[in-house]
């Protein structure tokens, strides 16, 4: 792998570990009585302090163009964290993420229609052969398909690739700045759910809930920061491309900290979607 490669996509690496992290947290949340919405407030309050704490961007007064983009970006991140987790609520982990990660594909042809660029068929091909490492790697877990599930993880993944396209702009900075700006909507209305809809908000949160919480609230937080840094310097598409490594990453965390063994059609997954990835980020560049 050359430098080249290693520096360009950096960021998108960390940002797939990070995410690995945060959705690997979130059956094990549920498992202890915890929420959708509860599990939501918690990582974008989280977030958002975080970002509050840690940004030193200079203030910034934005155009109106800018502020509605950065409101969009804001809602449709909402959208997709919301429909993953309930997704994961109603199907797998495993079985959700094959689903969410449709969007590179999306990303990749709705990208090409904005920007009226010809569909490259080797970049399908090894999009879809991530695709198809993806099934191959999770068909040791291949039950529960419920159809809910799947929808609100297609919703999520449409979603997604906006949120890909907005992000490529020069209006938008990537930073905890931007974190910060665009937690703060979704936040506000999660955590006003979580009140209404909950008997005893404060008096249900347990310990075991908190602990898992705030794990996946981390790892979103990381997952982003590093996920708009790879839209400011590599695009949309090429950032989509390399967060397939995201159920990589979820099956390597399953090894070493639940000491899982993997199968066969496990590692030809692995396989399959590193040869794809790295294959795509080589002819890939000109989709920046």
Known sequence: MSNNFSTNVLA???SAFSF???AAAVPYFYK????VFLLLGMRYIFTLSLSSVLDKSPKKQKTKEARIRLVLISIFQAIFVGSYM???KLIPLSLAVVVIYTFPIITFFANSLIKSRSIDVLSVLALLASLLGIWVLLQSDSSDWNL?????GLFA???????NILSRHESVSPGWGLIKYIM????????IIYFMTTAAPIASVTAPMLMWGLGSAIGMSGGFYFFFHSIAKIGPVRTANVMYMEPVFTIILGVILLQNVLGYSQW????IILLATISLERWGKKYD
């Open 32 to 35: 202890v009585g915890g929420s």
């Open 20 to 22: 690995s992290l945060a």
């Open 184 to 191: 703060v909507l979704p936040a506000a209305v999660f955590v």
């Open 157 to 163: 993944s449409v979603a997604q690739s906006f949120v």
């Open 12 to 14: 998108a690496i960390i």
């Open 268 to 271: 030809l997954g692995m396989l």
């Open 86 to 88: 309930y997704s994961i």
């Open 148 to 152: 809910w599930g799947v929808f609100w």
